[in-house]
């Protein structure tokens, strides 16, 4: 059973903790970050992959619907493994269920160490403010764009010490910004799940040939049970 996995160099350092830990073999395809500004660009680059691979089973996509960037997207040969999120974060706190619960207080930014040294973030921006207007001036600019904010949240993957640069520089900014600071425990639970199986109403299993579309990221548990596939046996349940 042939699997490759398609990532976003946003979330190196969690996919790579499982990757260790889960002693996965099958290779990864790291996918630039900077794309999740450009989804069309980003949808073509996925594509473009996606048609080299071939003679796998399974092509594993660590990525959510990213702002409809992977809508339309398929493989002529394997099947597509993707899970029921919106983006990156809900796959770094367990589920989409927690991440709408964090997101309940308007007005919150997340962070982890992949946003802050491979995203266009607040802080990366706050810099070049510094460097361009000086940091009285910085210091308005960013309180006007970010004048909807009301809290900053680091989120804990547990894939890397927080005693580094991104706890360092969110909270300094968070501070100057008069943001409220907060971290927050993540779980990378959903991303072994993934990575591993079983892939139960969590994915979408999209099936050769086919184009993955909204209606995909329905969940449907209904259907669940006869479309579970258990990745460690390599077959689908009741077969």
Avoid at 107 to 129: A, D, M, P, Q, S
Wanted: charged fraction near 25%.
């Amino acid at each position: 059973m042939g699997v490759v996995i398609i990532a976003c160099n946003t979330i190196k350092d969690e996919v790579n903790k499982v990757v260790e830990e889960e002693r996965i073999d099958y290779p990864v395809i790291w996918i630039e970050s900077g794309l999740h500004n450009f989804p069309d660009k980003l949808r073509e680059k996925l594509q473009e992959q996606i048609n080299k691979i071939s003679n796998v089973q399974y092509i594993v996509m660590a990525y959510g619907y990213c702002g409809n960037a992977l809508l339309g997207i398929h493989s002529d040969n394997a099947k597509l493994i993707i899970p029921r999120v919106d983006d990156c974060i809900s796959l770094l706190v367990g589920s989409y269920q927690h991440r709408e619960a964090l997101s309940k207080e308007m007005g919150t930014y997340f962070l982890t160490r992949g946003w802050i040294e491979n995203e266009n973030n607040i802080i990366n921006e706050y810099e070049r403010c510094v460097e361009r207007y000086g940091e009285e001036q910085a210091e308005r600019v960013m309180r006007i764009m970010l004048e909807h904010y009301r809290r900053l949240v680091l989120i804990d993957t547990g894939a890397y010490p927080l005693a580094d640069k991104c706890l360092e520089k969110s909270f300094a900014l968070a501070k100057r910004l008069g943001l409220r600071y907060q971290i927050e425990p993540g779980s990378l639970n959903l991303l072994k799940k993934l990575l591993t199986g079983p892939w139960d109403e969590d994915f979408v299993i999209l099936q050769p040939g086919t184009a993955l579309s909204m209606n995909d990221f329905r969940m449907d548990l209904t259907d669940s049970a006869s479309n579970l596939i258990f990745f460690g046996f390599g077959r689908e349940a009741g077969k």
